[in-house]
């Protein structure tokens, strides 16, 4: 069985432990079609709370990094890429859980897609695009230049070959019938592809959530 973990953000000894796993995961497995990000991005998605992990047998083996890329101290627009993604085991399916379990993090806390832009940059026609415009009917979008500012500030400009999506409203809701259709007893669920369950252990998550009434405000 997999287990699904976070990182508590205000637990420094948990924190650093989980960040050299995953550094040490993704150095051991990398991707040469994409650009390595900054150290500073990486760090700060762990201090967010804002990273999910998998472990296979104790070992680690996929990651998925959320950057957060808003202005510091702007708190009317806040701007979120669905960033590295780095899945050895279970492939796409895993992959779309992950997407999935971000999602709905954003929507637990309340926010709103016309203030939260959750977005993701892919290549065209890749495996990646497949699971996020098919299969979470994410939508093509041009950034706009304050995003774009600030990703070239965080050492990683758009790249005008590869494709921006975004999340909209259906995408958010949509999240929590994906992981309920899933779950199978406790913190238990299945893989959306193959015969593999995994356990959750996210310090944010209990399965009560899924059956709750959560209402997107309107912005």
Known sequence: MLKLKSVNPYDRY???????RVKSFLADNPNPAIRQRLELE???AFDKGLALYVEDGGEVCGCSLIYDLSNEGDYRFSYQELGTMRIVK????LQEMLAQIHLFQFLLDGGHPDQVTIFAVVSPHSPSEHVL?????MKSWNPVQDLMDLRARSGCPFNPDK???RADVNCWSNSQHFLKKL???????SCPKGDTDIEFDISWFHPCQLDADILIQES
């Open 90 to 93: 279970n492939g796409l399916g």
């Open 183 to 189: 779950h199978k007893h406790d913190y238990i669920f």
């Open 14 to 20: 948990e924190k650093d432990i989980a960040k050299s």
């Open 133 to 137: 415009r098919d299969n979470l009917v």
């Open 163 to 165: 494709q921006v999506l």
């Open 42 to 44: 990486v760090d700060k």
